[in-house]
């Protein structure tokens, strides 16, 4: 079993910017809307009072307001089904764990369309606009990792983020991603 972090090590650049920039250009009133709610929150984090999971979350609270957001979707998945590496595409297994701090309703169907079974990601409510539980990231990807395939063995891990430390000690190897070079991650 192979597990991998997404943006910007399976995919060129970071999918949730890239659909946020997609969004706006179909849907401007509604993400401009949710960006303003969210730049109150950003001041409130410079004085420690919100989190960025809450920033996060209000960013993208315009999409419980798009009634087509599963059609929306897939156009931007086939958009941007390009910026898939190729060292990904060329050493895909089946039975391989994709881990994003991303949220499910954009990372899920995107990793489904390329034939990718086991996906973890921060879980989102559509419907309230909220995040479900923790933002899926550092040591989070590790706890969700264990809830869902506890004991298995992992040949390797790959990330663009020392952020996913904790992740590359689940791996017998671990591999940095900058761009499309892979770095052996010895530093355990």
């Not at 972090?5 to 250009?25: A, E, L, M, P, Q």
């Not at 479900?132 to 990231?137: A, L």
């Not at 969700?144 to 390797?156: A, D, P, Q, T």
């Not at 761009?179 to 010895?186: C, D, E, M, R, S």
Request: charged letters at 30%.
């Amino acid at each position: 079993m192979n597990i991998y972090d997404f943006d910007k090590t399976i995919f060129n650049g970071d999918s949730s910017v890239k659909f946020y920039k997609y969004s706006f250009c179909h849907h401007p009133l509604l993400v401009t809307k949710a960006s303003l709610k969210a730049s109150k929150e950003m001041i409130k984090y410079i004085f420690k009072k919100s989190n960025l999971g809450f920033i996060k979350s209000e960013l993208f609270s315009y999409v419980k307001n798009i009634d087509n957001l599963e059609e929306e979707i897939n156009k931007f998945i086939l958009k941007e089904t390009k910026n898939i590496k190729k060292f990904y595409l060329e050493n895909k297994k089946d039975d391989d764990v994709i881990i994003s701090a991303s949220f499910d309703f954009l990372i899920v169907p995107f990793c489904q369309s390329l034939g990718i079974k086991n996906i973890i990601a921060t879980k989102y409510d559509i419907k309230k606009g909220k995040i479900i539980g923790s933002n899926c990231k550092g040591e989070e990807k590790v706890k969700r990792f264990n809830e869902l395939f506890s004991g298995s063995k992992v040949l390797n891990a790959y990330s663009d983020s020392l952020s996913d430390i904790p992740m590359f000690k689940l791996a017998k190897n671990a591999y940095l991603v900058e761009g499309n070079k892979l770095t052996p991650f010895q530093d355990l």
